[in-house]
């Protein structure tokens, strides 16, 4: 019998909401459709000015959060329209939101993109809010992903590593021995320094495959300054987000060079940036990994991966479609998945990665239409 969920992620890259349909009736689970919708850019600029303090925030946030709710339950209809299912057939929605503030150290995270609205104008149950409960027992509500990662990706026969490539980047470290705990935690930048600068100087959203990167040279001096930065060297469990790596971070760092680098020699340090800061920690987890499994946007990224299989051999680096699971939508049936397990009663988070004190069953449910 089915089992279908929804599954709707928009990302710290803000390049679009990913919505996924899956059946989880099916091990490994299918992916019965795929949508990805735009984001327009007005949505898009006030989201990414939300991240940072300013005035006015309380009004410009409510009209954020029913807008982009709005949007969302457009891409869960827009959807089910490409698969030609009813909404009745559907048991959730499992809605991550956009993330606006993640502040750990302070206690909070939060996500908008109105559930309520979701919920209403699709008639399907709608779990959202996921990342406030495990902060409320004492965890960084971040990153969520690696408790799917262990129920798709983790195998007594090697031992992995998933990194999500989004615009941050984050890992999970899948032991093959059943005795070791799974791992995880967000690395620092994956794409969002890459992409803010591309969108400065060459009027792009992003490098297509890394070719810009590629074509310039690392300013060793300037990687050195970004890698001081103490997140870096800040012990698990951790997360991060646009609050910290963002363009004025990049731009104090550039103010600092005694010399002014090309655009395309920034490019390809921020590139390394991403490369070098993933490998480290993936060294200093102390994991004797066989295999690198990429998913997310950063997958598509030719020049940060070469450079991942450079700074990780002899380790084998490859996207997750290798594994089962297209890299595009790993994310988005991660937050299906875990829809379908809030609506089980069963925790999502895992403390062992997010720091919480104990495991908690995720979300806040908003009924469908009967």
């Known amino acids: 019998m089915a089992d279908y969920f929804i599954g709707l992620m928009s990302g710290t890259s803000l390049d679009g909401i990913d919505a996924v349909l899956v059946d989880f009736a099916d091990t490994p689970p299918r992916l019965v459709a795929t949508h990805s919708h735009p984001l327009p850019d007005t949505l898009r600029q006030q989201l990414a000015a939300l991240c940072q303090p300013g005035t006015d925030e309380i009004e410009r946030m409510s009209q954020a959060d029913a807008a982009l709710g709005e949007l969302l339950a457009e891409a869960a209809q827009r959807l089910l329209e490409r698969a030609d299912m009813p909404a009745a057939d559907i048991r959730a929605i499992g809605s991550h939101g956009q993330t606006i503030r993640h502040r750990p150290a302070a206690g909070f995270s939060l996500q908008i993109g109105d559930a309520n609205r979701i919920a209403q104008r699709t008639g399907i149950t709608t779990v959202a809010d996921f990342r406030r409960r495990d902060m409320a027992a004492g965890g960084q509500g971040a990153p969520l992903v690696p408790a799917f990662h262990a ?89 991060t987000g646009r609050e910290h790596f963002n363009a004025d971070w990049l731009s104090a760092r550039l103010a600092e060079s005694k010399h002014s680098p090309s655009a395309a020699d920034v490019q ?46 002899p380790m084998d680096v490859i996207p997750s479609d290798e594994r089962g699971l297209a890299a595009d939508w790993v994310e988005a049936v991660a937050f299906a998945w875990l829809a379908r397990e809030t609506l089980a009663g069963r925790p999502g988070n895992l403390p062992a990665v997010t720091g919480a004190g104990e495991a908690v069953v995720l979300g806040s449910i908003y009924p469908g239409r009967s």
């Open 151 to 239: 129920a798709l990706f983790r195998s007594p026969d090697i031992t992995r590593v998933v990194l999500n490539l989004g615009g941050m980047a984050n890992i999970t470290l899948l032991p093959a021995a059943a005795t070791q705990p799974v791992r995880g935690f967000d690395t620092g930048p994956g794409n969002v320094l890459m992409d803010l600068w591309a969108q400065q100087h060459l009027g792009q959203p992003l490098d297509k495959d890394g070719a810009w990167a590629a074509s310039g040279s690392v300013d060793e001096a300037l990687l050195a300054r970004c890698l001081s930065d103490g997140y870096f060297h800040q012990p698990p469990p951790k997360s």
């Open 268 to 313: 390809a340090t921020l590139c390394e940036l991403t490369a070098v800061s993933v490998a480290g920690a993936i060294r200093q987890s102390g994991l004797d990994a066989a295999e690198l499994l990429v998913c997310g946007g950063g997958a598509h990224n030719a020049q940060l991966l070469s450079r991942l299989r450079a700074h990780l051999d």
